[in-house]
């Protein structure tokens, strides 16, 4: 396929999104189940004009004076891909497959440029209602936090240190040109290419299929390194969900003491099995969801590991559809769930213990909130000071605009080059 039918493409893709009202990555895949004459190269563009529409959709839209997905679409052509506006309105007519030639209107806007007087949350790209929390979080830093989320993410690996190092990790994908990590000292990462430039698909690695890395954004990484789990130690994962973490965090004990990984829902729960066998990890004990599966854990934790329920904010990057989806009531609807899960956590710790708590959000209202009303109601509790966990964790001091009011870090594209996380650590008195 040319240009012209793989943005023909993209515009059906993203109306089937906005009729259907289904995640991008259904229409997607029922897109190339109905276009089987696709390669896989255009499939990767197609998805890229998509993904690229919907994570800067504000600004296109403001731009275009519309937001239908032929404005959209031809907005990332021109504006994101830096195609020439009169170039590609004639490849338009000379390709059956093409959508319609662009009118003089869409000619203009698309050279044009943003009014000095656009909305900041416009120049952020993110929703209206969402712009006072995030610049809470950030202060005079948020519209550039808001753009960089708007970006493409980088391909990220976790060397699994069970079973192989971070150089024969590196020795092994040599083909697509890894890099290392700046801060996660086992990680591996591929940066995003532009325009059509396509994901390498490393699981059909030979490295990946012997268990030697898993694949797993650095801010991930990061947040599982401070959460400091200790070879001997009894760790609960009281969300584990896949066991991306309770997998960091098998490998940082050397498979020494006991990792309790648990989730509350069996299908989010259930592919940690293969990953767990693939990965070597034995001193991981899975325990499937039923009344009373933790009880005679109460009290004796020296470490809980909360990866809460959250809004997903900080993957806006990977799944820029969510973004606009979010609304005020699924906001409250998982505060109450994580300040009930940081209650739940506490349950399981001994006296001394560590309760740590990771979101992938950038909202304070799930994350230094949620912090001062526990530390409210539980004083025997305080949080670790946050440039000593990063010191002890990476060698290095920590940047001063990742730690938060709340002696709690925050992770974003921005400040770390991540998916955005929040971190704290908070110890019980003993």
């Known amino acids: 396929m040319r240009l012209p039918g793989r943005l023909s493409a993209a515009i059906d893709v993203l109306t089937d999104v906005e009729t259907r009202k289904r995640p991008v990555s259904e229409a997607l895949k029922a897109w190339g189940l109905n276009n089987r004459f696709a390669g896989a190269g255009d499939r990767a563009a197609i998805g890229n004009l998509v993904y690229d529409a919907l994570r800067r959709r ?15 679409v031809l907005a990332v052509a021109i504006r994101d891909w830096n195609e020439d506006p009169a170039a590609l309105s004639d490849s338009f007519a000379a390709d059956s497959h093409a959508p319609e030639p662009l009118t003089a209107d869409e000619l203009a806007r698309a050279v044009g440029q943003l009014p000095d007087d656009t909305a900041p949350h416009i120049l952020a790209d993110v929703p209206e209602w969402l712009a006072p929390s995030i610049e809470r979080a950030f202060g005079d830093n948020w519209i550039a936090e808001g753009q960089d989320m708007a970006g493409r993410p980088s391909l990220d690996l976790r060397t699994n240190t069970l079973k192989a190092s971070r150089d024969r990790v590196v020795k092994s994908l040599d083909r697509f040109h890894p890099r290392l990590t700046a801060i996660s000292p086992v990680g591996v990462t591929m940066p995003a290419g532009a325009g059509d430039a396509r994901t390498p698909n490393v699981t059909t690695d030979e490295g990946y299929l012997k268990g030697w890395f898993e694949v797993q954004d650095q801010g991930s990484q990061i947040v599982a390194a401070l ?11 009281l969300c584990a969900g896949a066991g991306g973490k309770t997998l960091a965090l098998a490998a940082a004990m050397g498979n020494k003491g006991q990792i309790f990984a648990y989730d509350s829902d069996r299908n989010r729960l259930a592919p940690i099995y293969d990953r767990l066998k693939r990965n070597g990890a034995r001193n991981v004990q899975v325990r499937a969801p039923h009344p009373g599966a933790l009880d005679d854990l109460a009290g004796k934790m020296d470490r809980v590991v909360i990866d809460a329920p959250c809004t997903g904010t900080g993957t806006w990057r990977r799944r820029p559809d969510t973004k606009w989806k979010l609304t005020p009531e699924l906001l409250a609807q998982r505060t109450a769930e994580q300040a009930a899960i940081l209650i739940e956590g506490a349950r399981y710790l001994k006296p001394g213990g560590t309760l740590v708590y990771i979101t992938c959000s950038i909202l304070p209202e799930e994350n230094d909130d949620q912090i001062v009303a526990f530390l409210n109601a539980h004083p025997d509790f305080a949080s670790l000071p946050p440039s000593e966990l990063w010191q002890a964790a990476f060698g290095a001091a920590i940047h001063p605009d990742v730690e938060t009011a709340q002696s709690g870090i925050a992770l974003t594209p921005r400040l770390t080059g991540t998916d955005g996380f929040y971190f704290n650590a908070l110890r019980r008195g003993a």
């Not at 600004?59 to 275009?64: F, R, W, Y």
């Not at 959460?227 to 994962?237: I, S």
């Open 58 to 72: 504000a600004s296109h839209t403001a731009l275009m004076g519309s937001d239908s997905p032929r404005a959209l």
């Open 227 to 237: 959460a400091n789990a200790q070879p001997g130690e009894q760790v609960l994962d």
